[in-house]
Structure formats: structure tokens, C-alpha cells
């Protein structure tokens, strides 16, 4: 009875290998790596009887056909990109499981009375352009075109990287759903915390996702001799930057369910000894309440900018992705929690702190999320791991609601 479980964690193996990184799992926004996932998990998608493109974005979609040829569709999916030295279930899993979940249909030859589309991704980690979800907003037809004039770190833009990778970025639109034929979206996804290992449970439901801002901070000094500059002349960037840092962290402790992360730092023109004349911090603040969180950035923008004003440092903030906090669907997750209850002797409901796709696809139909315990809650990491059993369980819940749907419909 395991074998479908087992193959999911089989692919998630192999899908691991595909990455930008000889040494570690890295697979950035229209990468070549990421095209070599498309074509990998395409072509799963193809065994399990769906029909398959990659759309204009670099979004990887296969369909299985309900009865009807113009019928609803159920969306089904999760991200195929990821975090740079990430783990193996970040994404992967809820597409892969999605498509086990065809596969056992596509085996039995049934058919039912809407279509399952299963989508990889291209984009919710945003690494690349530092603006995460772009495949779920070119999905849900609410890109922001000013995006595409994003550079990367090569100085590359959002508009060239799409057309490298055999996009259209003129086109974006033609990958939005039609919302009126879709009747909901169900990402799998392992919890990212540690929740369901203390309670001792396979999987959760979703009850909302917490709302996120990115930005970058910029301290700008003067550069000076390491070793002529006396301490009292200098306007060091990098130890601005890093009493910001700390600052930030103290700040978030203080806030009861904030999270606040300064995850990238460097310091120019990077040499042992040079005074940094400028240094550039990212910020990723969350909470569950939008209210908390704004005013939140307004107090840490407060205190680098009096960092900046006591060290004689110029600060620029510049918030490169917002996004809300999101409330799961509540039907959608009552259904869900119906065929948890039939698989797993307790449920649990819990909050996301991480984004999802979800997040975006509420804005277009009802959306919910089931969570897989992942050990030990690490995840962003590759010492990220879910079990096979609890793989199990998850198929089972995710393949019962699709039938109680079928049911419904
Ligand atoms: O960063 C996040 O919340 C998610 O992993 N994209
Ligand atoms: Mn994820
Ligand atoms: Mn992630």
C-alpha cells in the first residue's frame, strides 16, 4: 500500500540533483536548472495520463481532463523553485504528491466531474528578483509588470531572464486562470515548524498565512586606510549595518508573534583593509496581523535611520515585496479537516509564518493548505526531512478530498 508514498519520496530524490549548485540544492526563477525540473516533472506529469505545458512564466502545469471538456478545474501544486542550500520537500512535495494523487486516478481510468490541474511553481521563493510568488501572480493574472524591470545580481532583467528561458514577457496575462472555472486551490506543503512533531502528528490543517515584507537597507559612509583612519574619523557603513542588525533582532523579541530577519549582508568595496564605505542589508519582517507588521516597519526604518543620523551614515530603505496576511478558506479547510479526521485520530489547525503560492491563489478562489510534519521543523536547510509515513497519511487525506469534491460537485 505504500508504493505510491514511496515513489513520492523517491522523486523528491531525484529532483534534488537538479540544481544550479554542483554542491547544494539551489533552483532559482527561470534558471536552466529550473527548466530541467520542468522537463523531469513534466514528464511524471505525462505517466500520470495529464497533458502538459510550461507557461509564459516558466510555470510548469499539467491537466488531467474531467468529464467535461470545459468543466471546472481543481488546481493542485505548490513551488519547484527554492531557497539557495535549500531542502528537498520546500516545494517539490506538494507537486509531486499532487501528482500521485492523478496517477492512482489516471490507473483506474476515472474520470471526474471537474479537472485537476497540477502546478509546479516557477517563482515563490523570489531569490532571484527579491520578489517572491511570481508564478502564482502570472497564474491569478495579478503580475506587477513593473516587476520585469528587475535586475538580479548580474544585472540581468526579470523581462530578458523570462524571454532567455522561452517566455513571453508581453504575454504575461495569457497564463492568468479563468477564476470563474476554478473551484478551489489545495497546496501540500511540509509545516516549516515544529508544531505537528510536538503534538505528535502526520499532518494539520492551514488556517491562515502570515502577511510578509522584504526590503533592503543601505548604509552609505566613506571608505578609508584600514590603518591611517583613526577610530573617532572614520563613518564605517558595515558597523552601521551591524548595529542595525542587532537592533532588528532585539526589536523582534520585544513584539509577541513577530519574526524579523536580516538574512543577506555585504559590505563595499570589500577589502580586508578598507573602511566599508557602503553596506546593504535585506529584512524580512512577518506577523500574522498586516497591522502589527506595518507598524513594525515603520520602527525599524525609525532606527536605522538614527543609526544613520548618529554615525553620519545616509539610509535608504527600499521595500521590495509585500504581501498579506491571508485567512485559508474556510470551507475548503472544513472538507479538508473532514478527511483529516478519517485518516489521523486528532486534528490540528495552525498557522502558516511562511508564504505560499496559497497566499496568492486566494485572491482568485477559495484556497487551503494541508501541512506534513517535517522533523525537527528545519526547514530552508538541507537537514529538511518529512517521513514516508507521514507522506502516506498526507496522499490519503489529499486523495479523500478530492473525492468528497467529486461528491459534492
Ligand atoms: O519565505 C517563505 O516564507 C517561503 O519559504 N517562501
Ligand atoms: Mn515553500
Ligand atoms: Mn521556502
Same mark, same amino acid.
Given at each position: 500500500?505504500?508504493?505510491?508514498?514511496?515513489? %513520492?519520496?523517491?522523486?523528491?530524490?531525484?529532483?534534488?540533483?537538479?540544481?544550479?549548485?554542483?554542491?547544494?540544492?539551489?533552483?532559482?526563477?527561470?534558471?536552466?536548472?529550473?527548466?530541467?525540473?520542468?522537463?523531469?516533472?513534466?514528464?511524471?506529469?505525462?505517466?500520470?495520463?495529464?497533458?502538459?505545458? +510550461?507557461?509564459?512564466?516558466?510555470?510548469?502545469?499539467?491537466?488531467?481532463?474531467?468529464?467535461?471538456?470545459?468543466?471546472?478545474?481543481?488546481?493542485?501544486?505548490?513551488?519547484?523553485?527554492?531557497?539557495?542550500?535549500?531542502?528537498?520537500?520546500?516545494?517539490?512535495?506538494?507537486?509531486?504528491?499532487?501528482?500521485?494523487?492523478?496517477? @492512482?486516478?489516471?490507473?483506474?481510468?476515472?474520470?471526474?466531474?471537474?479537472?485537476?490541474? +497540477?502546478?509546479?511553481?516557477?517563482?515563490?521563493?523570489?531569490?532571484?528578483?527579491?520578489?517572491?510568488?511570481?508564478?502564482?501572480?502570472?497564474?491569478?493574472?495579478?503580475?506587477?509588470?513593473?516587476?520585469?524591470?528587475?535586475?538580479?545580481?548580474?544585472?540581468?532583467?526579470?523581462?530578458?531572464?523570462?524571454?532567455?528561458?522561452?517566455?513571453?514577457?508581453?504575454?504575461?496575462?495569457?497564463?492568468?486562470?479563468?477564476?470563474?472555472?476554478?473551484?478551489?486551490?489545495?497546496?501540500?506543503?511540509?509545516?516549516?515548524?515544529?508544531?505537528?512533531?510536538?503534538?505528535?502528528?502526520?499532518?494539520?490543517?492551514?488556517?491562515?498565512?502570515?502577511?510578509?515584507?522584504?526590503?533592503?537597507?543601505?548604509?552609505?559612509?566613506?571608505?578609508?586606510?584600514?590603518?591611517?583612519?583613526?577610530?573617532?574619523?572614520?563613518?564605517?557603513?558595515?558597523?552601521?549595518?551591524?548595529?542595525?542588525?542587532?537592533?532588528?533582532?532585539?526589536?523582534?523579541?520585544?513584539?509577541?508573534?513577530?519574526?524579523?530577519?536580516?538574512?543577506?549582508?555585504?559590505?563595499?568595496?570589500?577589502?580586508?583593509?578598507? %573602511?566599508?564605505?557602503?553596506?546593504?542589508?535585506?529584512?524580512? +519582517?512577518?506577523?500574522?496581523?498586516?497591522? %502589527?507588521?506595518?507598524?513594525?516597519?515603520?520602527?525599524?526604518?525609525?532606527?536605522?535611520?538614527?543609526?544613520?543620523?548618529?554615525?553620519?551614515?545616509?539610509?535608504?530603505?527600499?521595500?521590495?515585496?509585500?504581501?498579506?496576511?491571508?485567512?485559508?478558506?474556510?470551507?475548503?479547510?472544513?472538507?479538508?479537516?473532514?478527511?483529516?479526521?478519517?485518516?489521523?485520530?486528532?486534528?490540528?489547525?495552525?498557522?502558516?509564518?511562511?508564504?505560499?503560492?496559497?497566499?496568492?491563489?486566494?485572491?482568485?478562489?477559495?484556497?487551503?493548505?494541508?501541512?506534513?510534519?517535517?522533523?525537527?521543523?528545519?526547514?530552508?536547510?538541507?537537514?529538511?526531512?518529512?517521513?514516508?509515513?507521514?507522506?502516506? +497519511?498526507?496522499?490519503?487525506?489529499?486523495?479523500?478530498?478530492? @473525492?468528497?469534491?467529486?461528491?459534492?460537485?
Amino acid at each position: 500500500m505504500n508504493i505510491p508514498a514511496r515513489k %513520492i519520496m523517491q522523486r523528491i530524490d531525484v529532483l534534488l540533483h537538479i540544481s544550479e549548485d554542483s554542491d547544494r540544492l539551489t533552483r532559482t526563477f527561470a534558471s536552466p536548472a529550473m527548466s530541467r525540473a520542468n522537463d523531469l516533472v513534466g514528464g511524471w506529469m505525462r505517466e500520470a495520463g495529464m497533458e502538459t505545458h +510550461v507557461d509564459t512564466i516558466g510555470n510548469l502545469i499539467g491537466v488531467y481532463a474531467g468529464e467535461q471538456p470545459d468543466g471546472k478545474i481543481l488546481v493542485l501544486g505548490s513551488h519547484l523553485d527554492t531557497v539557495r542550500n535549500a531542502g528537498r520537500f520546500d516545494g517539490p512535495l506538494g507537486v509531486i504528491l499532487a501528482i500521485a494523487c492523478v496517477e @492512482q486516478l489516471h490507473e483506474r481510468k476515472t474520470r471526474l466531474p471537474f479537472a485537476i490541474q +497540477v502546478v509546479g511553481f516557477a517563482d515563490e521563493e523570489g531569490v532571484r528578483y527579491q520578489t517572491a510568488y511570481l508564478g502564482s501572480r502570472a497564474l491569478t493574472g495579478t503580475f506587477n509588470l513593473k516587476d520585469l524591470n528587475r535586475r538580479d545580481v548580474n544585472g540581468i532583467s526579470m523581462r530578458d531572464a523570462i524571454r532567455a528561458f522561452g517566455g513571453n514577457p508581453t504575454k504575461l496575462n495569457t497564463a492568468a486562470l479563468d477564476p470563474q472555472r476554478v473551484i478551489g486551490y489545495l497546496e501540500t506543503h511540509i509545516e516549516q515548524g515544529p508544531i505537528l512533531e510536538q503534538k505528535n502528528l502526520s499532518v494539520g490543517v492551514v488556517t491562515a498565512i502570515a502577511g510578509q515584507t522584504r526590503a533592503r537597507v543601505s548604509f552609505v559612509g566613506c571608505a578609508g586606510h584600514a590603518g591611517t583612519t583613526p577610530m573617532n574619523m572614520r563613518r564605517d557603513a558595515l558597523c552601521g549595518a551591524a548595529e542595525f542588525v542587532v537592533a532588528v533582532e532585539t526589536f523582534a523579541k520585544s513584539i509577541p508573534g513577530l519574526v524579523a530577519t536580516v538574512g543577506e549582508i555585504n559590505a563595499m568595496p570589500g577589502a580586508s583593509n578598507v %573602511i566599508p564605505a557602503e553596506s546593504r542589508v535585506s529584512i524580512d +519582517v512577518r506577523h500574522a496581523e498586516d497591522s %502589527i507588521r506595518h507598524s513594525a516597519c515603520v520602527e525599524l526604518k525609525a532606527k536605522a535611520e538614527e543609526i544613520g543620523s548618529r554615525r553620519n551614515l545616509q539610509v535608504q530603505v527600499e521595500t521590495g515585496h509585500e504581501a498579506p496576511a491571508v485567512a485559508c478558506s474556510e470551507k475548503l479547510s472544513a472538507l479538508l479537516s473532514e478527511a483529516v479526521k478519517q485518516r489521523q485520530n486528532k486534528l490540528i489547525q495552525l498557522p502558516s509564518g511562511a508564504g505560499h503560492d496559497a497566499a496568492i491563489m486566494a485572491e482568485i478562489t477559495p484556497s487551503a493548505m494541508l501541512f506534513v510534519r517535517c522533523k525537527e521543523g528545519i526547514s530552508h536547510d538541507p537537514r529538511e526531512s518529512a517521513d514516508l509515513q507521514d507522506v502516506r +497519511v498526507a496522499l490519503d487525506v489529499v486523495n479523500d478530498f478530492i @473525492q468528497m469534491l467529486a461528491q459534492q460537485a
